[in-house]
């Protein structure tokens, strides 16, 4: 099922039940707010997405936002056409998997390219006015969290199409005493490059520019078809093209447009293209505080300031605000069906007895197999699972920090059915692997920081919760549980008493 663009998507959500517009006036000002409350009250309740339309201390006032349309699996696995969310994982990963099935992304004039609707020219810039800012918690700073960035490496020319979040200056709090000049806060952006070392493909692009000396031009879509988003945010391999992707997960070609001032390719659907260029000598500058994915402020970070060259957008646009707190939060799903799905590719690639991948709020890795105990293929299957994970390409198996295998009786999405594998089937130093030198998820608090503020190494654990037969056991207790089937057969039974 290809969307045209967001609003495609949300229409369609609308027509489920799953959007509500929303007119209760709303504050969303610097340090007196109340979207990370209402972001925690809707993932308390699997609540619907939303359309903010009167909100409090908010600078562009006829600009309505998008506000957790991706709050739950469900919806994430309407983002690719399918109600179950399985269904929708094992889609990506299939696609993934298979570049015969990919789009290769076709380019469509000017006219056509509803990004083009308003255009904004450089000597016209002033992001105070033209850019919509709100804030959430106790983050000192203004983020652009609905942007694909669109770059490309200096020496080979390959494009590389990222979801990564930028700082607004304008009415920021430095998180360090200091303020921001009137030039940035109307100007610049600050974009999260994690460059020195390279830490994803755009911070190798912008580690390369600048051994090189030269600029680095970007373009930020805000806003597209969400097979983009979720394209943007998967690990491929440099050199493969991510529009490419996005179109075998939403089974027709992207269709791009170029850029006013450069030739990057951009998403003709995009709500919002912001173009930006990043200076050899761009200022490192100093913000915060920030709100994480893994429930924590970031209270210093440094990245490049960059130049805002040119803003175009559709007409009476949408804005999308979210932030990144205690899981789960709005775009916490749509952020792990990609984790899950290059996992499972990988696993699945290679090991026919990988079923499923689940990855929590929290980033704790569950892979489910086909087998246990006895018609395992060999003695300690788990622990080959296990490596096989901290071993799958891309980026996100390396950093996994805790991963459990279990078997087919197992329900990777209940975790106390997982805590009952755990108990009953694992001895803590036996079935347990513990690595010291492993690569840090880069915003874990726990682990050691490098210069710019974020994790480089951590350690892993891996749980094998197998049934251990033959390692241990000729054979096994027999599990005490009703029959599926029967239990619907009582509920229906009973559905007159109980309801």
Not at 116 to 137: C, H, R, Y
Not at 173 to 200: C, V
Not at 406 to 420: I, K, Q, R, T
């Amino acid at each position: 099922m290809a969307f045209k663009d967001m609003r495609d998507f949300l229409r369609m959500l609308e027509e489920k039940g799953q959007l509500k517009q929303v007119d209760i006036p709303l504050n969303v000002e610097r340090g007196n707010n109340e979207l990370q409350s209402l972001m925690r009250h809707l993932a308390e309740i699997d609540g619907p997405g939303l359309i903010l339309r009167n909100l409090i201390g908010y600078n562009t006032p006829d600009i309505p936002v998008i506000f957790n349309p991706f709050g739950t699996r469900e919806r994430t696995a309407l983002t690719l056409g399918e109600s179950d969310p399985l269904e929708a994982k094992k889609k990506h990963a299939a696609v993934l998997s298979d570049e015969s099935s990919w789009h290769k992304p076709v380019l469509v004039d000017r006219a056509d390219a509803v990004c083009k609707q308003n255009v904004i020219a450089k000597e016209d810039i002033s992001l105070d006015k033209q850019l919509p800012t709100m804030w959430f918690g106790k983050e000192g700073a203004s983020y652009i969290c609905g942007g694909v960035v669109v770059s490309e490496d200096p020496e080979t020319g390959e494009r590389n199409v990222g979801w990564y979040r930028l700082t607004q200056f304008f009415n920021a709090d430095h998180p360090t005493g200091g303020s921001y000049s009137e030039e940035r806060q109307k100007k610049q952006l600050s974009i999260f490059a994690f460059w020195n070392p390279p830490m994803s493909h755009i911070g190798l692009h912008l580690a390369k520019a600048r051994a090189l000396g030269k600029p680095l031009k970007i373009a930020v879509a805000v806003m597209c078809d969400p097979a983009i988003h979720l394209a943007a945010c998967t690990a491929i391999p440099a050199g493969h093209d991510e529009y490419a992707f996005a179109g075998g997960l939403r089974g027709a070609p992207v269709e791009l447009v170029k850029a006013e001032t450069s030739d990057l390719e951009v998403p003709a659907c995009a709500e919002w293209v912001i173009e930006c260029t990043i200076p050899p000598d761009a200022d490192d500058e100093t913000i915060g505080w920030h709100s994480n994915s893994v429930g924590y402020y970031d209270k210093v970070q440094t990245f490049p300031a960059i130049d805002v060259d040119c803003i175009t957008h559709r007409d009476k646009p949408y804005w999308y605000g979210t932030m990144e707190m205690m899981p789960p939060f709005d775009h916490n799903y749509i952020g792990l069906m990609p984790v899950e799905g290059e996992v499972l590719a990988d696993l699945q690639a290679k090991i026919p007895e990988v079923k499923d991948v689940v990855v929590t709020p929290n980033m704790t890795y569950i892979v489910q197999l086909t087998v246990d105990g006895a018609r395992k293929p060999h003695p300690y299957f788990g622990k080959f699972i296990l490596n096989a994970v901290w071993g799958a390409q891309g980026r996100w198996g390396r950093v996994a920090k805790i991963v459990i295998v279990v078997g087919p009786d197992v329900d990777p999405y209940d975790l106390n059915s997982v805590e009952w594998a755990i108990q009953t089937r694992v001895q803590p130093y036996s079935d347990i692997i513990i690595n010291q030198s492993a690569q840090a998820m880069i915003l874990d608090p726990s682990a050691p920081k490098g210069p710019h503020g974020f994790a480089v190494k951590s350690e892993q654990m891996g749980i094998d919760a197998l049934i251990k037969v033959p390692e241990r056991f000729d054979d096994y207790a027999e599990v005490s549980q009703a029959d599926p089937e029967k239990v619907k057969q009582i509920a229906e039974k009973m559905q007159a008493i109980l309801g």
